[in-house]
């Protein structure tokens, strides 16, 4: 019931508080814009304007912070080279002092080699002239007992 009662009192059909209610809302949106919106534009812009500041200077700062850490990767890399450098030139020289050790060692050797064969051989050559000498007189000995006898 309530219901139709209720449909019954709605109007289709616009009649003159039409205009008035559009005047209304009219009038509402120009004193909100003059006391609501146009102040919180004006604090928006604000805030954008200052942010806009900020972000050149953040920029800015970020540009410096990129090409210092740009600067300092090609200083690490140039260090890295020469650590390399530095190093392989030492390896290059220990691997040289050790061919020449190497070298040295097997020149020693060979020396050492060489000479012992030499006192060798001397001694071989003393100890046929000495069994020769000793073959010689033993057979003096021998061939003078069997003359003997």
């Given at each position: 019931?309530?219901?139709?009662?209720?449909?019954?009192?709605?109007?289709?059909?616009?009649?003159?508080?039409?205009?008035?209610?559009?005047?209304?809302?009219?009038?509402?949106?120009?004193?909100?814009?003059?006391?609501?919106?146009?102040?919180?534009?004006?604090?928006?812009?604000?805030?954008?304007?200052?942010?806009?500041?900020?972000?050149?200077?953040?920029?800015?700062?970020?540009?410096?912070?990129?090409?210092?850490?740009?600067?300092?990767?090609?200083?690490?890399?140039?260090?890295?080279?020469?650590?390399?450098?530095?190093?392989?030139?030492?390896?290059?020289?220990?691997?040289?002092?050790?061919?020449?050790e190497?070298?040295?060692?097997?020149?020693?050797?060979?020396?050492?080699?060489?000479?012992?064969?030499?006192?060798?051989?001397?001694?071989?050559r003393?100890?046929?002239?000495?069994?020769?000498?000793?073959?010689?007189?033993?057979?003096?000995?021998?061939?003078?007992?069997?003359?003997r006898?």
């Open positions: 019931m309530y219901l139709l009662a209720f449909a019954e009192s709605i109007q289709l059909f616009p009649d003159g508080t039409l205009f008035i209610h559009i005047a209304l809302i009219l009038l509402m949106i120009w004193v909100l814009n003059r006391t609501f919106f146009r102040p919180i534009n004006r604090v928006i812009e604000s805030r954008e304007k200052n942010a806009g500041g900020k972000s050149g200077e953040a920029e800015t700062i970020l540009k410096d912070v990129t090409e210092k850490q740009r600067v300092y990767n090609q200083s690490v890399l140039e260090a890295r080279s020469e650590g390399y450098e530095l190093i392989e030139r030492q390896r290059a020289e220990a691997v040289e002092l050790r061919s020449r190497i070298a040295k060692a097997k020149e020693e050797t060979s020396q050492t080699l060489a000479s012992e064969k030499q006192e060798l051989q001397d001694r071989a003393e100890a046929r002239a000495t069994i020769a000498r000793e073959a010689d007189e033993m057979a003096e000995k021998i061939t003078a007992n069997i003359l006898v």
